[in-house]
């Protein structure tokens, strides 16, 4: 007994240590999507004259990175996923290198446009792969706390390099771009060695790629519509503190109150450690779609923060039951291709509401993300009512005695 127990616990520890390092390079991946808001504006605004400049460099990015998503990722599948993935941190990591380069050279604005898309172009796919690798350091059963955790990591992320970017940009734009470089590179030197995860090329008998079934695209519905709702907050936040009579720079206040909640959300869900019940997630949507309403229809900064800490509440426990739902649809060589449209379906949440909002008034955005949310309840509630249906057949059919002419085709 003794010495089944020495040999175990080392393998143990090597495994928490492997989890730790993919933790912080979870986190770390995450920082260049937080911190580009800020870096980019303040490094356009040189060279153009207009902070807002910023925002085509982001829509170029989150663009390529829908585009790129599917087919970087299918070509992925011929590589061990650990070099891979180190391999499309590189290429991220040099083409923001290049905008900070390019910005340094004054070189014409529409190649900082161009590189800020090569970067995106690798992002979804990147991301897909970097989920997928959990897999072979978490079991099934520790998977949902895993998950919790890291979506802890990533909503402090999202609330601490913003913050990095507008204080290192306030000594130079430079500086702001080149942190989100390095600290963006980090999973390259960060990530374990995993041996068991090898190559997912497609062998006799397996499906080339990904079949996308109905169930598959509910869940990235809801992902998209979840992810429109916070854009709209976030991206809508300064023009929400105006319309109050506030000064712009109070608009941070409501990001951060739903960054306040999704943490704490994170940690919940971290804790509890168990995949939800049905009722419990189809709640959940219903906390963020009246979030959204409050934000709608709030005629005071109070309503407003309320809504923005509702959607905030629900926010790390909704991210982390789409991976979990996901991941049990798909075969394990399917997971990163199924990780990374789940990153496209995300971007597509923030291109919706930040188009909107550039469009139409911040009024109508909310409008529409609230349809979306109305249209995600009803479906969700729709299929669980189907499969809660299902259940109680089956168990009816293996209740009857034999001979009764149930259960029979």
Do not use: K
């Amino acid at each position: 007994m003794t010495q089944q127990v020495t040999a175990t616990a080392p393998s143990a520890r090597r495994t928490d240590g492997r989890l730790l390092r993919w933790f912080v390079s979870y986190g770390s991946f995450t920082v260049p999507q937080a911190a580009a808001p800020i870096a980019f504006a303040l490094i356009a605004l040189p060279l153009t004259g207009d902070p807002s400049s910023g925002a085509a460099m982001m829509l170029a990015m989150t663009l390529a990175q829908v585009v790129g998503a599917v087919p970087v990722t299918r070509f992925g599948r011929r590589f061990a996923p650990i070099p891979f993935l180190r391999a499309l941190i590189g290429v991220r990591t040099v083409a923001l290198a290049a905008v900070a380069v390019l910005a340094g050279l004054g070189a014409p604005f529409s190649l900082l446009v161009a590189s800020a898309a090569a970067a995106g172009l690798v992002n979804g796919a990147a991301f897909g792969h970097l989920r997928a690798v959990l897999n072979h350091l978490v079991s099934a059963g520790r998977m949902p706390r895993a998950l919790g955790i890291a979506a802890t990591l990533n909503e402090v992320t999202f609330a601490a390099a913003p913050v990095i970017a507008s204080g290192l940009g306030a000594l130079s734009p430079q500086a702001a771009i080149w942190a989100m470089v390095v600290l963006g590179a980090g999973p390259m030197v960060l990530l374990p060695r995993i041996p068991q995860a090898t190559a997912t090329a497609t062998g006799p008998g397996r499906a080339a790629n990904l079949p996308f079934t109905p169930m598959i695209g509910v869940w990235l519905f809801c992902a998209a519509a979840s992810s429109a709702a916070i854009a709209a907050i976030e991206i809508g936040a300064v023009s929400m503190a105006v319309s109050f009579g506030l000064a712009p720079s109070w608009g941070v206040v409501f990001p951060l109150a739903l960054c306040m909640t999704s943490i704490a959300g994170g940690v919940w869900v971290s804790v509890r450690n168990h995949m939800p019940r049905r009722r419990t997630v189809l709640i959940w949507l219903i906390v963020m779609a009246a979030g959204v309403l409050a934000v709608m229809v709030g005629h005071s900064v109070t309503a407003t923060l309320i809504g923005a800490l509702l959607v905030g509440l629900v926010l790390a426990p909704l991210a982390t039951y789409y991976q979990l739902v996901l991941d049990r649809l798909v075969l394990p060589e399917h997971r990163a291709e199924v990780f990374a449209l789940l990153r496209t379906a995300n971007a597509l949440g923030i291109i919706t509401s930040s188009g909107l909002i550039a469009l139409v008034s911040l009024g109508a955005t909310f409008a529409v993300v609230l349809g979306m949310m109305s249209v995600a309840i009803l479906v969700t509630g729709s299929v669980f009512t189907a499969a809660r249906l299902h259940a109680h057949r089956l168990r009816e059919l293996r209740a009857a005695p034999d001979g009764s002419g149930r259960g029979r085709a």
